[in-house]
């Protein structure tokens, strides 16, 4: 992984806590929208980024975390609220209770996972090919939320034993390759600055080089896409733009976002084509 310089040392810092008289002025990432007071502009809210386990009166209560390499290693979690109750029903989002993630720190190994209820916790199983350090992301939606598109999202470190292969992040590229041949190409060209409303436009082409022109329902949307600050290990959710069967101009598909932090990030996208889920990775730099 690239090594932050001092100016993105200090943005990260100034992030979190600022000194103020004596006192500590802590700037939470997942905070209603504020006011510019010199130019009146309203700067977007960006999501809740699983940097901690505890927001919103919500708790990541670990029960079973992985301990060892494999193809199915267990993983067992509950959610608390504020009062240490279980919480067991949430809103739908994108057709899902719960969406887990795992994302080790060199973003080389991804799993985007829907856990099952099973009494008031919540299971599911990684395949974990190697070693190394990584954090596991719950995200979900309470039953009394302002607003829907906001889901709560909260993150715990785990590392797996064993020699670690790290794989550099690749540097931010305009078009990446799935498995299956498809490629998916980044059409927009403006630079997403942080904490600045961004319309990620990227377009799919099937192996022979044409653009898809409609893509089949992945999560009740025409795809999903979650990133990574490569180097804090935060998270963010994109919407879709384009409603789930409405074809697509030149194959373009785009999301809305919201980025946090200056840094890069990985970029997980999952759409489904011919009958199967495919998805491409791509590095996107914030500014």
Known sequence: MRKLSVTDWFF???????????????????????????????????????????????????????????????????????????????????????????????????????????????????SLPDGGAYRMFAEFVPLDTADARHPVVLGVPFSVPGDTTVVPVPAPEAGVTTTGGYTVVRVDTDQPKSLNAHVLRLSIRAPDGTPVSSLEPHLGANGHMTGFHTMLLSATHLHPVELAGIPLNNGELSFQAVFADRGEYRLFLEFRHGGELRRAAFTVDVG
């Open 12 to 126: 990260a810092l100034l992030a979190v806590a600022v000194v103020v008289g004596g006192g500590v002025m802590v700037f939470a990432r997942s905070a209603p929208p504020m006011q510019h007071q010199n130019m009146g502009a309203v700067v977007p809210a960006a999501h809740s980024d699983g940097l901690s386990d505890v927001e919103s009166g919500y708790r990541f209560d670990p029960v079973t975390t992985p301990a060892s390499r494999g193809e199915a290693v267990p993983v067992v979690f509950r959610i608390l609220d504020g009062a240490g109750r279980p919480v067991t029903r949430f809103l739908d989002n994108q057709t899902k209770q719960m969406h887990f993630f795992s994302v080790r720190e060199d973003m080389h190994v991804f799993e985007h996972l829907h856990p099952v209820l099973d009494g008031d916790t919540w299971r599911t199983s990684l």
